[in-house]
């Protein structure tokens, strides 16, 4: 048997060693690269943690009838801009409006009555009594027209401020009376981020605090000022509300998702230029310069803060990292530093 596999090996060794390639010859060195570098160190952040909420309106209403009554016209429309006062619905006041006429004919009644007491009174034909009786009718009449006619001022809904219509939940012909909901709206210029803190977490926060807040859809950090604590706890979610005063921004508007950066301590990390980070399929590099040469090494990333990226892995302070350009530089290619 031993004979067989010697024999076996020595018929086989010159196939395998006719079956290696030939050394290619080595390629020409890339010409050097001008690129920024930066030096790398792990430096002490504030620590926080996101808590997802809703861009909410400071000011927004739900626009109802005070008298029952038929729409008679609907004057605005979802997406409408209105100023304050400005009529939103007209109610048809037929009732209304019989119900005025009947006080003011008694009010004039009651004045007529009283005239005639007071003349009466001089003449010392008419008794005090008598007299201050009629005085009640007629502030009696007197107040059931002021009723009628603020009940008829009802009869014309208006804007309580100004602002944009939301939402229209009802039409010509609809039946308005207290309580049914008309309209929505709201005021966009002034909004508020509205998140729901973990009871863990309260304690890091009190009123008057500036917090980070991203938004989907605005680009640019927005700080975001704690205007309202809820002093308890929901029961169920074991959480806060906690509502934060937004400034004007590009994009804003009410609904849109986002999160808080509520802090939660002290951290020790290494952050680099996003620009910095290379990103291939599921792996992420950078390219270290040492030696007038960039090498590349694999990094792993964590948190996104602003313009910058936290790295959990890959580098140490003190190396010196390609901060611009490094889409351009090849593993092993000679680099120059701009400054």
Same mark, same amino acid.
């Given at each position: 048997? $031993? ?8 018929? +086989? ?21 001008? /690129? ?13 943690? *996101?808590? /997802? ?5 400071k000011l927004s209403t739900v626009i109802?009838? $005070? ?38 004919? *008694? ?5 007529s009555d009283l005239k005639r007491m ?5 003449? $010392? ?16 009449? +007197?107040? *059931? ?49 509205? +998140?729901? /803190? ?63 950066? /509520? ?26 310069? *040492? ?49």
């Open positions: 048997m $031993k004979r067989i596999l010697l024999s076996i090996l020595i018929v +086989a060794g010159p196939l395998l060693s006719g079956c290696h390639k030939p050394t290619a010859p080595n390629q020409p060195e890339l010409p050097p690269v001008a /690129v920024q570098v930066q030096t790398v160190e792990r430096q002490a952040y504030a620590a926080a943690e *996101a808590v /997802v909420g809703t861009v909410r309106p109802e009838a $005070k008298v029952s009554g038929r729409i008679a016209e609907m004057l605005v429309v979802p997406g409408q801009t209105v100023q304050l006062g400005e009529r939103l619905v007209r109610l048809d006041a037929h009732e209304i409006q019989s119900r005025l006429d009947q006080a003011i004919a *008694a009010r004039q009644q009651a004045e007071t003349s009466l009174l001089e003449q $010392k034909i008419l008794s005090q009594s008598e007299f201050d009786n009629a005085q009640s009718q007629f502030r009696m009449a +007197a107040a *059931a027209e002021a009723e009628a006619k603020t009940m008829q001022g009802y009869a014309e809904i208006v804007a309580p401020f100004a602002g944009v219509i939301t939402r229209k939940l009802a039409d010509v012909g609809d039946l308005a009376m207290p309580g049914k909901p008309l309209l929505q709206m709201e005021n966009p210029d002034t909004l508020r981020f509205e +998140a729901d /803190v973990p009871e863990a977490l309260i304690g890091n926060v009190k009123l008057g605090d500036k917090l980070p807040v991203h938004v989907t859809g605005v680009a640019d950090e927005i700080a975001g000022a704690i205007a309202e604590i809820s002093p308890a706890a929901d029961p169920n979610s074991r959480t806060y509300s906690v509502k934060l005063d937004l400034p004007g921004a590009t994009g804003l508007r009410s609904g849109q998702f986002g999160h808080v950066s /509520v802090p939660v301590g002290e951290i020790k990390a290494i952050r680099v230029p996003a620009a910095a980070v290379i990103p291939r399929g599921q792996l992420e590099m950078v390219f270290v310069v *040492a030696n007038g040469h960039a090498q590349m090494r694999l990094v792993k990333s964590g948190r996104h803060v602003g313009n910058e990226i936290e790295l959990v892995s890959g580098l140490d302070s003190g190396e010196s990292i390609v901060r611009s350009g490094a889409t351009s530089v090849t593993d092993g290619q000679a680099v120059t530093i701009q400054q």
